[in-house]
Structures are given as structure tokens and as C-alpha cells.
């Protein structure tokens, strides 16, 4: 079955600086890549998502590149800000599944 | 509109004790889901339903069960509860295969 791997684990950066967070999933059916953020206490809420058969997608402060031939996407953050502060979670799923596999997520910590 | 409503928020069990917790969603979505989140290990899947009076095994079912009696409603059931049940728990929904996921606010549960 398909395994997703996240990295860092924990990622601390300056208030205006960047972030890039990034994932490898192991099965080549996988085609829909989402990510999440999770604030304390709350739901996982969907930031940003992307499909095989687009490589870049963009949206404001965040966007997200994939990779198929290396089985990975990455997540970026521009010009980060205090409540960016939180869990970020990637996940992959194939077309013809129900299973959304996640990562073990990222902790990330914007610094004023 | 709420979206995705859980209940309970907070409960704690002692063991041997059982429960149902209960995913509500408004969203007219066909699948549901049920994901315990442990520290480190992302979200894992339990059970979930591709439609009313369905169910099926997620990766990690074992001591949990599942109705889904009404469309709009998806129940978790604990008949026994253990410690190694102390979890967050999400509900989800989506519209079909590799569509958005969106969760509910999480149940946290305590087995002593």
C-alpha cells in the first residue's frame, strides 16, 4: 500500500521568511496530493491541493510542486506570518481509493 | 451550514467501558470517515462508508465499530474501551474517490 514520508518534523523560521516542507508517497497511482492545516485544538483544514497532471499550483502565500518521477511534492510558504504557526499534514491518494494516506505531519513555528 | 459536526468533544472512559461517537455533516457527501491521530503518526484511517448502509476496514479497526444508518450520519462505537484507545478522534467526508476531504473538530478520548 502506499506510504507517505513528511519532512521535518519540527521547522522554525523568522516571521517573513520562507518555508518549504516536503513529502514522498511509494505508489506511482497516487494522483491527488493534498495538504492540510491543523491549528491547536482544531480539525485538519485544507490549505492547497494538487493533481498528477498538473506540476505547480499556486495560491496567494502557498503553493505546491510535484514531482512524479521522484514521487514527491513539496509545500512552500512565502513571506510566513505568526498564524501560519501549526501542524501541516501531507497526504496522497490514488484515483480508485478511499484511503487518504498522511504523513506524520510538520510542526512549524513562524518567530516574530 | 455547519460542515462537519462531532460529538462528543472531550469524553474519558474507563477502561472496559463503551461508547458511540457521533459525525453529523450537512454537506450531502456520500463517503465518511472515521481517522484516530496519535502523536507522530499522522491520521489513520479506522472505518469508513462509500454510502448509507455501508461500511468498510480502514488500517486500523480493531476494536472499534461502525453505522451508517442515515446518510448524513456516521457512528463510532468503542464496546470495550482500552487504554491504547486514548486518541484524537476526526471524522470526514468527501464526495466520492480522490475529491477534498473535509474534517470535523475532533473528539479527544481518555481510557484510564
Known amino acids: 500500500g502506499e506510504n507517505v514520508e513528511q519532512h521535518p518534523s519540527t521547522l522554525s523560521v523568522q516571521e517573513g521568511d520562507s518555508a518549504v516542507i516536503k513529502c514522498t508517497y511509494s505508489?506511482?497511482?497516487?494522483?491527488?496530493f493534498p495538504w492540510y492545516k491543523q491549528e491547536l485544538g482544531k480539525g485538519p483544514q485544507l490549505i492547497i491541493d494538487i493533481r498528477s497532471n498538473v506540476g505547480e499550483k499556486k495560491d496567494q502565500r502557498i503553493a505546491v510542486t510535484l514531482n512524479k518521477t521522484a514521487k514527491h511534492f513539496s509545500l512552500h510558504i512565502t513571506e510566513t506570518q505568526p498564524e501560519d504557526s501549526a501542524v501541516y499534514f501531507c497526504a496522497a491518494t490514488p484515483y480508485y481509493g478511499q484511503n487518504f494516506v498522511f504523513g506524520p505531519g510538520t510542526r512549524l513555528s513562524v518567530l516574530p | 451550514n455547519a460542515g462537519v459536526t462531532q460529538t462528543p468533544k472531550f469524553r474519558v472512559l474507563k477502561t472496559g467501558q463503551s461508547m458511540t461517537l457521533l459525525c453529523a455533516q450537512d454537506m450531502n457527501h456520500e463517503y465518511m470517515y472515521w481517522y484516530r491521530q496519535d502523536p507522530g503518526m499522522g491520521l489513520r484511517l479506522i472505518h469508513y462508508s462509500v454510502g448509507e448502509g455501508t461500511t468498510a476496514k480502514g488500517e486500523v479497526p480493531d476494536g472499534y465499530n461502525v453505522s451508517r444508518l442515515k446518510k448524513q450520519n456516521f457512528l463510532l462505537g468503542l464496546e470495550s474501551a482500552a487504554p491504547s484507545q486514548t486518541s484524537v478522534y476526526f471524522c470526514?467526508?468527501?464526495?466520492?474517490?480522490?475529491?477534498?476531504?473535509?474534517f470535523g473538530s475532533g473528539t479527544q478520548l481518555s481510557v484510564l
Open positions: 470526514a467526508t468527501n464526495g466520492g474517490s480522490g475529491e477534498k476531504l473535509f
Open positions: 505508489d506511482s497511482a497516487s494522483n491527488y
